[in-house]
């Protein structure tokens, strides 16, 4: 991979640095570097690469989504969206927030690829249809995926943002009647970074492009092209609902006792248990709440073949097995006792050699009846003798 | 058994197929089906065993009930060849017959019961031996004993003359089997006073697990005499059975006989045992709770046929020597079952029982113990013949 | 034939005497303790129950979870198992409560190697470690019935199962690293080492708050002694380590063994002796 670092982001529309306060900034800066799972004597590294590098052009294709992520990002609070695409990112296009419309707005997105060819980070938002020539998204009379086609090549990183994006998403539900497809799918053999979330969280999206700022070079990824900062580990193990579980203390229904008391939502079909996200951790909307802090179980957006495909309220199957907050006791009985079942066969098998050993006995006690002694042949019962 | 016997064999009289050998048969098979789930499936599926009873039915009935049934052979070999007590010596065939299938399928089970069966030549292989390993001593050694008893079979194969259509000319391995048959005798006496005491001295490093009515350093001792009077009551038993199937002549004075060394066997046995538990200082537990119960039934079922032997009427019944033949076997099929299995304890409570599968197998095997025997006596010259006949003259 | 008869009763006799009552001239010693053993102190006063030395034991032994609730929601061993070796289990009584460890014991003179036919189960002769090998085992399992503390367990919901039980993490020694379980055990209440330090450690606790403790450190001397010792506040037979007198079992069976076969001489004498009295009455049959 390129680095960023060579190359200056000091072109573009935004405003400097400056505006933003210093102190504010480097706690920016450290907010990201907790995001990212690094010391906050990170942070002015950080700072110092979005100083001395400029800002990052970023171009932002929407197609089959809903707007939700960009939503989400326009909801972060710290920095706030003005001050992130003003002064810490340069976003160059982006249907939902550019200033003009029309051939204008086009007009900006071929000067930027023109200008910034092989220096933007591209994100993309929401699934790509590929049935029917892939009419169901045409954007200035071009379908989304020869857009897509048409703009990824010059990017020097590409980012998935949210599920339908990074995986297909609601559109991709069944039956799937566009044919919606992942960006990482189109795009096969150049790596996509996938920040999935029904919406993503906004702080994951900004410290992987603050992080790809800063190092020159994409943050590690899972299985999935998930940045591992963010999607290292499952929601269980994060949850403040947690103790719960392991003590076994759950809600049965909406609304029950111990919905009411916080008890733990996996038996109203919570996913955490097979979602790996951090929510948990960097919860949403600065209000340091999740969908599971305010009673509503996960539903497992950040999860290929979980979100929007396992029914709601189906029990999560549980990747990581610990153990609960009870013990075994010292002398704990197992093992298998007596059954009906096998009672009887062992009863028939003993009374059966019973049954016979009395019988022969019986028929031995006739056969020598007064004759004691005698070791004469004798058929036990009517057998001929020769 | 050898040209100079007293007594002469011949095959079984009537067909081979009858009620009997049909409903062994199909016991067999439906053994053979439950011994193919286990070998799919694994032990954990068919049986019950588990983590604190590691030995449960199929080796406490198939190794240690049914070698001891298939130790008449042993007992009866010591009378005949050691003490020359030539009267016994009609019996010997049947049981040879009996202990060669009773050990062969002894040794089945156990490969049944082995968890990692392919890995059983282990047995054979020097490097592996451990010579600490008290079942080591035991497999070796009632492998040597089964090859032993079938090798003791061989005269009456050979004297079949004609097996599966092929005319075998019996000369030169005659004469070699009978220059050796010594060899072979001794064996038979030796291996299983060997490999019997070490069936109890496996027990002997259970230590605590074992409860301390049956955990003992006598084990040996009491594991040779309960499987001589095995031996003795299957011998027993199985004349009667075979001649009331038959109508082959009863053996009532020779049984009698019989009975009476069993008797003071077990009163010896009983002797020793409990003047182990005096030196032990162990009679308050003996009657205390289930293992006491155990302990004293155990004890009750070797008193019962000494005092049934006791008297010359009933010794030489027919009926009673069958009676006393049963208790011999249960008594000392229940104090190997005890000490296997019932007061075999993991210190922490674990329960036991056998599956469904696990007992369908043990009556499979009977019934493929029971083909056989029907089909072996059927074809070759094993039970005696129904008049005592010197050989020669039969020739 | 009388004599015959008088005198085979009569060796029958000795050899019955000295297969039931070894003359303990033959008695092997137990086996001692070899300076460089490695093992485990677990102190039941400092264990909080937190169940991490269940958890890292399964992680860094790759070890499958073992449920025991309907749902299968935990992994929740009731004991040892073929998927659990390394357990934490509550004793509970009145007001007073302790947890205790359960896992191999790495005996000094361990039974289960004694009774292995086929050298499955190994000593390590320098760390002690008792090591299993599947590829050699046979699967009689003689071991479980032989272990006093009833550790080695088998998969039985396998086809062709193995014996499994812990092995001191040895593929974690190899590499200079402690066992998972020492790891990750946060307040230090199981404490990995040489057994000799931490016999030291154990006496050093007991003096220093003797109040505190059952005062004995279980595994010094029971079984023969252990390469795991236990500190606990309660008496040990109720944390289910049994009371076992100091001489290992396998010190017992294999003097027996030994004293019976040794030099297979009575096996030879006795074969000696049927050979000649089966000969005589042999050709005997045949003059008659």
Same mark, same amino acid.
């Given at each position: 991979?390129a680095t960023? +670092?060579?190359f200056?982001y000091?072109?573009?529309s935004?405003?400097p640095l400056?505006?933003l306060?210093?102190? *504010?900034?480097i706690k920016f /800066?450290?907010?990201v570097?907790a995001a990212?799972?690094?010391?906050a004597?990170?942070?002015?590294k950080?700072a &110092?690469?979005?100083? *001395?590098?400029? &800002?990052?052009?970023?171009?932002?294709?929407?197609?089959?989504?809903c707007t939700?992520?960009?939503e989400?990002?326009l909801?972060?609070?710290?920095?706030?969206?003005? +001050?992130l695409i003003?002064?810490?990112?340069?976003?160059e296009y982006?249907?939902?927030l550019?200033?003009g419309?029309?051939? *204008?707005a086009?007009?900006?997105l071929?000067?930027?690829?023109?200008r910034?060819?092989?220096?933007?980070?591209l994100?993309a938002e929401?699934a790509?249809?590929?049935?029917?020539?892939?009419?169901?998204?045409?954007?200035n009379?071009?379908?989304?995926?020869?857009?897509?086609? %048409?703009?990824?090549?010059?990017a020097?990183a590409?980012?998935?943002?949210g599920?339908?994006?990074?995986?297909?998403?609601?559109p991709?539900?069944?039956?799937n009647p566009?044919?919606a497809?992942?960006?990482?799918s189109?795009l096969e053999g &150049?790596?996509?970074?996938?920040?999935?979330?029904c919406?993503?969280?906004?702080?994951?999206?900004?410290s992987?492009?603050?992080?790809f700022a800063?190092?020159?070079?994409?943050?590690e990824l899972?299985?999935?092209? &998930?940045p +591992?900062f963010?999607?290292?580990?499952l929601?269980?193990?994060n /949850? %403040?609902?947690?103790p719960?579980?392991?003590a076994?203390?759950f809600? +049965?229904?909406f609304g029950?006792d111990?919905h009411?008391?916080?008890f733990c939502?996996y038996k109203l079909?919570?996913?955490?248990p %097979?979602?790996?996200?951090?929510?948990?951790v960097?919860?949403?909307?600065?209000?340091?709440a999740s969908?599971?802090?305010?009673?509503?179980?996960?539903?497992g /957006?950040?999860?290929s073949g979980?979100?929007?495909e396992?029914p709601m309220? *189906?029990?999560?199957?549980i990747?990581?097995?610990?153990?609960?907050?009870?013990?075994?006791?010292?002398f704990?009985?197992?093992?298998?006792?007596?059954t009906p079942?096998t009672?009887?066969?062992?009863?028939?098998a003993?009374?059966g050699a019973?049954?016979a050993?009395?019988a022969?006995?019986?028929r031995?006690?006739?056969a020598t009846?007064?004759k004691?002694?005698?070791?004469?042949?004798?058929g036990g019962?009517?057998h001929?003798?020769e | 058994?050898?040209?100079?016997?007293?007594y002469s064999y011949e095959?079984?009289p009537?067909?081979l197929?009858?009620?009997a050998?049909?409903?062994?048969?199909?016991?067999a098979s439906?053994?053979?089906?439950?011994?193919?789930?286990?070998l799919?499936f694994g032990l954990?599926?068919?049986?019950?065993?588990n983590?604190?009873?590691p030995?449960g039915l @199929?080796?406490t009935?198939?190794v240690?009930?049914g070698?001891?049934?298939?130790?008449g052979?042993?007992?009866?070999a010591l009378?005949?060849?050691?003490l020359?007590?030539?009267?016994?010596?009609s019996?010997?065939?049947?049981?040879i017959?009996?202990?060669a299938?009773g #050990?062969s399928?002894?040794?089945?089970?156990?490969i049944?019961?082995?968890?990692?069966?392919?890995n059983?030549y282990h047995l054979?292989?020097p490097?592996?031996w451990q010579?600490?390993?008290?079942?080591?001593?035991?497999?070796?050694?009632?492998?040597?004993?089964? !090859?032993?008893l079938w090798?003791e079979l061989?005269p009456?194969m050979l004297?079949r003359?004609?097996?599966l259509?092929?005319?075998?000319?019996p000369n030169?391995l005659?004469r070699w089997?009978?220059?050796?048959l010594?060899?072979?005798l001794?064996l038979?006496m030796?291996?299983?006073?060997?490999h019997?005491s070490? !069936?109890?001295?496996?027990?002997?490093?259970?230590?605590?697990?074992?409860h301390?009515l049956?955990q003992?350093? !006598?084990?040996p001792?009491?594991? !040779?005499?309960s499987?001589?009077?095995?031996g003795y009551?299957?011998?027993?038993?199985?004349?009667y059975l075979? $001649?009331?199937l038959?109508?082959t002549?009863?053996?009532v004075?020779?049984?009698g006989?019989?009975s009476?060394?069993?008797? @003071?066997l077990?009163?010896?046995?009983?002797?020793v045992?409990?003047?182990d538990?005096?030196f032990?200082?162990l009679?308050a537990?003996?009657?205390?709770?289930w293992?006491?119960m155990?302990f004293v039934?155990?004890?009750?079922?070797?008193v019962?046929?000494i @005092?049934?032997v006791?008297?010359?009427?009933?010794?030489?019944?027919?009926? @009673?020597?069958?009676v006393?033949?049963?208790?011999?076997?249960?008594?000392?099929?229940? #104090?190997?079952?005890?000490?296997?299995?019932f007061?075999?304890?993991?210190?922490?409570?674990?329960r036991?029982?056998p $599956?469904?599968?696990e007992?369908l197998?043990?009556?499979?095997?009977?019934g493929?113990?029971?083909?056989l025997?029907?089909a072996?006596?059927h074809?070759?010259?094993?039970?005696p013949?129904?008049?005592?006949?010197?050989?020669?003259s039969?020739? | 034939?009388?004599m015959?008869?008088?005198?085979?009763?009569?060796t029958l006799?000795? =050899?019955?005497?000295a297969l039931?009552?070894?003359s303990?001239?033959?008695a092997?010693?137990?086996?001692?303790?070899?300076? =460089?053993a490695?093992g485990?102190l677990y102190?039941a006063?400092?264990?909080v129950g937190?169940?991490?030395?269940v958890?890292?034991c399964?992680e860094?032994?790759?070890?499958?979870?073992?449920?025991?609730?309907p749902?299968?929601?935990w992994d929740?061993?009731?004991?040892?198992s073929a998927?659990?070796?390394?357990v934490?289990a509550?004793y509970k009584?009145g007001?007073?409560?302790?947890?205790?460890?359960?896992s191999?014991?790495?005996?000094v003179?361990p039974?289960?190697v004694s009774?292995?036919?086929?050298?499955?189960l190994t000593?390590?002769?320098?760390?002690?470690?008792?090591?299993y090998?599947a590829?050699t085992c046979?699967?009689?399992?003689y071991?479980?019935?032989?272990?006093p503390f009833?550790?080695?367990?088998f998969?039985?919901?396998?086809?062709?199962?193995k014996i499994?039980k812990?092995?001191?993490?040895?593929?974690?020694l190899?590499?200079g690293e402690?066992?998972?379980c020492?790891?990750a055990?946060p307040?230090?209440?199981i404490?990995f080492?040489?057994?000799?330090k931490?016999?030291?450690e154990?006496h050093a606790?007991l003096?220093?708050?003797p109040?505190a403790?059952?005062?004995?450190v279980?595994?010094?001397?029971?079984?023969?002694?252990?390469?795991?010792?236990?500190l606990?506040a309660l008496p040990?037979?109720k944390?289910?380590?049994p009371d076992?007198?100091?001489v290992?079992?396998?010190?017992?069976?294999?003097t027996?063994m030994?004293?019976?076969?040794?030099g297979?001489g009575m096996?030879i004498?006795l074969?000696?002796?049927?050979a000649f009295?089966?000969?005589r009455n042999?050709q005997? =049959?045949?003059?008659e």
């Open positions: 991979m960023a +670092k060579k200056s000091n072109s573009g935004g405003k400056a505006d306060s210093r102190r *504010q900034f /800066c450290g907010c570097a990212l799972g690094m010391p004597s990170m942070a002015p950080i &110092r690469a979005i100083e *001395q590098g400029g &800002r990052l052009p970023v171009v932002w294709l929407s197609f089959q989504g939700g992520c960009t989400s990002l909801r972060s609070t710290h920095p706030t969206l003005e +001050k003003f002064e810490i990112i340069s976003l982006h249907e939902t550019n200033a419309a029309g051939i *204008q086009e007009a900006a071929k000067e930027t690829l023109n910034d060819a092989g220096r933007f980070v994100v929401g790509i249809p590929l049935a029917d020539k892939g009419v169901y998204v045409r954007i009379e071009q379908a989304g995926v020869d857009l897509l086609n %048409e703009v990824a090549p010059k020097l590409v980012i998935a943002i599920s339908c994006a990074s995986w297909g998403g609601i991709s539900a069944g039956p566009t044919g497809k992942s960006v990482g189109i &150049r790596p996509v970074v996938n920040i999935p979330g919406p993503p969280n906004p702080y994951n999206f900004l992987t492009v603050l992080y800063t190092f020159g070079k994409l943050p899972d299985a999935h092209n &998930r +591992k963010a999607y290292g580990r929601i269980h193990e /949850c %403040e609902r947690r719960h579980f392991d076994g203390r809600a +049965k229904a029950d111990g009411r008391k916080g939502l079909g919570c996913k955490g %097979e979602t790996f996200a951090n929510c948990q960097v919860k949403f909307g600065d209000v340091e969908p599971i802090s305010i009673g509503h179980p996960c539903f /957006c950040t999860e979980v979100g929007f396992k309220f *189906q029990r999560a199957d990747q990581r097995f610990t153990p609960p907050a009870f013990y075994p006791h010292v704990e009985p197992r093992g298998e006792g007596v079942l009672a009887a066969l062992g009863g028939v003993f009374g019973i049954g050993g009395y022969l006995t019986n031995l006690f006739k009846d007064g004691e002694g005698a070791d004469k042949p004798k019962g009517a001929e003798d | 058994m050898q040209k100079g016997a007293t095959p079984s009537g067909p197929w009858n009620k050998f049909a409903a062994a048969l199909a016991i439906t053994g053979a089906l439950a011994i193919l789930l286990r799919f954990g599926f068919s049986t019950n065993l983590d604190g009873h030995w @199929w080796i009935w198939d240690l009930v070698t001891g049934l298939g130790c052979g042993f007992g009866l009378l005949v060849y050691a020359d007590k030539r009267e016994f010596s019996l010997m065939r049947p049981a017959l009996t202990g299938l #050990y399928f002894a040794g089945f089970s156990v049944l019961d082995l968890g990692r069966y392919g059983v054979f292989m490097s592996h010579f600490n390993s008290v079942l080591f001593e035991v497999a070796l050694c009632i492998m040597a004993y089964t !090859l032993i090798i061989v009456a004297e003359k004609v097996i259509g092929y005319r075998i000319r030169i005659e089997l009978y220059r050796l010594f060899v072979v001794a038979g030796l291996l299983p006073i060997m019997q070490s !069936l109890g001295s496996l027990l002997i490093i259970a230590g605590h697990k074992v301390p049956w003992s350093i !006598l084990f001792a009491y594991f !040779l005499i499987a001589i009077l095995m009551g299957a011998v027993v038993i199985e004349c075979t $001649s009331s038959y109508g002549p009863f053996e004075r020779t049984l006989r019989l009476g060394i069993a008797a @003071w077990s009163l010896f046995y009983l002797f045992r409990l003047e538990l005096t032990r200082g009679w537990e003996a009657l205390e709770g293992p006491g155990l039934v155990e004890n009750a079922l070797y019962a046929p @005092w049934i006791a008297n010359k009427e009933r010794r030489n019944n027919a009926g @009673w020597q069958f006393a033949a049963i208790l011999f076997i249960a008594a000392s099929a229940l #104090y190997r079952f005890n000490t296997y299995w007061a075999y304890n993991a210190h922490v409570p674990w036991y029982f $599956s469904f599968l007992i197998v043990v009556i499979g095997l009977i493929m113990e029971v083909v025997y029907l072996a006596i074809f070759f010259p094993i039970l013949a129904s008049r005592p006949v010197l050989a020669s039969e020739k | 034939m009388r015959n008869r008088r005198g085979f009763l009569q006799a000795i =050899g019955g005497g039931s009552a070894p303990f001239a033959n092997r010693q137990d086996k001692a303790l070899s300076p =460089g490695l485990l102190d006063t400092k264990c937190c169940q991490a030395c958890i890292a399964k860094v032994n790759g070890m499958p979870p073992e449920f025991s609730d749902d299968h929601l929740a061993p009731l004991g040892l998927s659990t070796r390394n934490i509550l009584e007001g007073r409560h302790s947890f205790v460890r359960q191999c014991m790495h005996c003179d039974a289960c009774a292995c036919p086929v050298k499955a000593k390590e002769p320098k760390t002690g470690v008792v090591h090998d590829g046979i699967g009689c399992r071991c479980m019935v032989a272990c009833n550790v080695p367990k998969e039985w919901g396998s086809a062709y199962g499994v812990c092995q001191l993490c040895d593929h974690l190899a590499k402690k066992p998972g020492s790891s055990c307040t230090g209440a404490q080492g040489g057994v000799q931490l016999l030291q154990a606790r003096k220093a708050a109040g403790y059952y005062p004995k279980y595994g010094e001397k029971e079984g023969g002694g252990t390469q795991v010792i236990f606990s040990f037979e944390l289910g380590l076992l007198p100091d290992s079992s396998a010190t017992l069976s294999e027996i030994h004293t019976t076969y040794k297979f096996p004498f074969f000696a002796l049927f009295i089966a000969r042999l005997k =049959g045949k003059e």
